[in-house]
């Protein structure tokens, strides 16, 4: 993410949209204290899509993962065991 002084973003706002629609984000600085953050009106939605892809891939890993395991005993007594 790079950054941008109020007054270059200003200048600059046309060019900045458009790399904006590209998938580039800016944080707008003033004073060298970031004050705002220009991303894509699209962003979150593909970035929660992504996140809910990731998640589902990560639990199916785990589904595959635990084929065929199997716990002997009660889970609380497996527990209190590995307490002692």
């Known amino acids: ?12 706002l046309s060019e900045l949209l ?8 800016f944080v707008i600085t003033r004073r060298g204290v970031a ?3 220009l991303v894509s009106a699209g962003a979150p939605k593909r970035a929660a899509a992504s996140q809910r892809q990731q998640v589902a891939a990560t639990f199916a ?9 199997v ?6 007594g497996l527990i209190e065991d ?3």
Do not use: T
């Open 35 to 37: 004050i705002a953050r």
């Open 82 to 84: 590995g307490r002692d």
């Open 71 to 76: 716990l002997e005993g009660d889970l609380k």
């Open 18 to 25: 458009a790399d904006v629609e590209r998938g580039k984000q």
């Open 1 to 12: 993410m790079s950054e941008i002084a109020v007054f270059d973003a200003k200048a600059r």
């Open 61 to 69: 890993q785990l589904r595959a993962q635990r084929q065929g395991v």
